[in-house]
């Protein structure tokens, strides 16, 4: 039980921004109008695509010489960068739609 | 300096992420608020190139990152710019299935890394979650995908239910497992654990209907998001934290709230009791008595002759690419002196929203549009609904026959009109695998045949008239 105190004591700003980031995630999207499921859902797709920092970052260590480690990094990197920049793009294309007519 | 500007860069992105998510929700400001999440992801990612160090030291390997940044970029592009109207669906799903395959792909890097280290726990357990999480989203975004565009048929067999649960026990048992006892003899059942992970996914999604695809894919959605999480928190990294669990918590609401619109606990499309208890429902409604059929030049007559002639788009419109043609009859009709407006069911189509998108696309007037409450109040003031391959949405045993699956559902109650014509190429029932008594009603004629080419020869028809 001591061992769980301390885990949470030690890491108790990452679980703050878990915690209050899962209810702002709720609220934030609470009133959403069914016609903009599906452009929001995209756009969510889009800000997920955020674990292409991730992508980055191993890249940016992997040792030069160290193909296997290179190849997988790499095709991390342009998955990540499908799911941004597709998602963004594609999000955009569906909300073009909107556009008021006059 | 350069560490503490990139902690200021990540907290501007972080914001950027809840501000694109909030104005997302709203019509009015939603294309701009992907516009600010786009900026501050892209912000996020020179940031981290330039600026991110660990131990004093930079990142290197500019050349790949930026190989791997601008593949990506031109190919999504290119993606993203030529996907049709009614392909958006689909393409979502795909888009996820790579974020999750990152997600993945970081995993199996920093496993590789830590093979032969003295690991901290709390960093295999993320490693471990990110690898399943994320495989489990990349292979049931494909099976989604390959579902929407038809290449993947539903397969369902006896027991798989019980099969998928054993099979996620068995790959979560494993992790936890490697968890407490990895050393140089086991570190392979990270690898299966890989695999299991990848097949559980497919296993997920392909007992699902196609019609719940969107429901599925916004759940997977959610898991990419939770995915990312993972790695913010292997990297200790703010932004990827937010991003990633504000998508896993939006994105969660958001499954639920699709559910919602089409009446239906997520537990059942998951179980999937659509695909078992229509074949009795079929079977033992049987014949319904006779339909009838109407020519196009009646179906034309009556409407140039209509005071007011509801639209209600379905999925048919949108297979058969129809929105175009659709608003050249719209015009010619309000030319006549026709009232036309749409009434657009919340779930008509692949997907929530879906028929505004389409519609929108070929330039109807955002305000003819009616959500299904207002389109109710106005059937009984119609002349004449025109139903264009839509079916479950207006299917009265969601009102009135308890026994029927769909009972319960929301619909469009076209019934309440003068005439209805429905349009559709054959008497098969729709998705959820009913009959559908709205045809065999005697206010109700069927126009059979595709979407576009019955509106063309309709257009040509009222042309002429």
């Known amino acids: 039980m001591e061992s769980f105190f301390d885990w949470v004591h030690n890491n108790h700003a990452i679980i703050y921004i878990v915690i209050l980031s899962i209810f702002l995630g709720i609220e934030v999207i609470g009133r959403v109008p069914s ?14 695509g955020v674990v292409i920092i991730g992508a980055i970052i191993v890249m940016g260590r992997v040792d030069p010489d160290n193909y296997i480690a290179l190849i997988i990094g ?27 007519k006059k | 300096m350069g560490l503490s500007l990139l902690s200021f860069i990540y907290l501007v992105g972080s914001v950027t992420f809840i501000l694109g998510l909030k104005m997302l929700s709203h019509p009015d400001t939603a294309r701009k608020g992907n516009l600010v999440a786009a900026a501050g992801m892209t912000l996020a990612i020179i940031g981290t190139i330039f600026l991110y160090e660990e131990n004093g030291e930079r990142l290197h390997n500019h050349l790949w990152i930026f190989g791997g940044l601008l593949i990506g970029s031109i190919t999504g592009w290119i993606a993203a710019k030529k996907v049709k109207m009614t392909a958006m669906p689909e393409m979502v799903s795909l888009f996820n299935g790579m974020g999750g395959a990152c997600a993945a792909l970081i995993s199996i890097n920093e496993y590789g890394h830590l093979v032969g280290r003295d690991a901290a726990q709390g960093t295999l357990l993320t490693i471990l979650l990110g690898l399943i999480i994320g495989s ?24 798989q239910q019980i ?37 559980y996914g497919v296993m997920f999604v392909l007992p699902i209907g196609g019609a719940d695809m969107p429901v599925v894919i916004s759940l997977l959605n959610s898991f990419t998001g939770v995915a990312a999480a993972c790695g913010g928190f292997l990297y200790n990294n703010q932004v990827m934290l937010t991003g990633g669990i504000l998508v896993g918590a939006a994105g969660t609401l958001l499954t639920m709230l699709m559910c919602k619109a089409m ?21 033992t409604k049987g014949e319904q008595g006779s339909y009838k059929e109407i020519s196009l030049s009646d179906a034309a007559v009556c409407m140039s002759y209509a005071n007011k002639v509801m639209i209600v788009p379905g999925y048919g419109l949108a297979v058969a690419q129809a929105q175009h043609v659709c608003h050249e009859l719209e015009k010619l009709l309000e030319e006549k002196g026709v009232e036309v407006k749409y009434a657009i069911h919340p779930v008509a189509g692949r997907m929530p929203g879906h ?40 299917n009265p045993a969601a009102k009135s026959d308890p026994a029927s699956p769909i009972y319960g559902m929301p619909i469009l109650e076209v019934e309440q009109a003068k005439t209805v014509i429905v349009n559709k190429r054959s008497m098969k029932p729709g998705y959820a695998g009913i009959e559908n008594a709205l045809f065999f009603q005697p206010k109700t004629s069927m126009l059979f045949g595709d979407a576009k080419a019955a509106l063309q020869k309709l257009v040509a028809e009222i042309k002429n008239a």
Do not use: C
């Open chain 1, 35 to 48: 016609v903009l499921h599906t452009p929001l859902m995209s756009g969510a797709n889009a800000i997920h």
């Open chain 1, 74 to 100: 790499f095709l991390a990197v342009i998955l990540g960068t499908l799911n941004v920049v597709g998602g963004f793009m594609v999000t955009d294309r569906m909300l073009e739609m909107f556009k008021k």
């Open chain 2, 136 to 159: 489990v989203s990349f292979a049931g975004s494909i099976i989604a995908w390959g579902k929407l565009n038809g290449r993947i048929k539903d397969f369902a067999f006896k027991g």
């Open chain 2, 163 to 199: 099969g998928n649960i054993i099979l996620l026990l068995l790959t979560l048992a494993a992790a936890a497992y490697l968890l407490f006892n990895l050393n140089n003899d086991n570190y392979w059942l990270f690898y299966i654990i890989f695999v299991a992970a990848l097949v």
């Open chain 2, 263 to 283: 009446n239906r606990s997520l537990t059942n499309v998951l179980i999937g009791s659509f695909g078992g208890s229509s074949a009795a429902a079929a079977g």
């Open chain 2, 355 to 394: 028929m505004n998108v389409l519609l929108a696309e070929a330039d109807v007037s955002y305000d003819k549009l009616l959500e299904m409450e207002q389109a109710n109040d106005e059937f009984k003031t119609s002349d004449v609904v025109l139903v264009l391959g839509a079916n479950d949405v207006v």
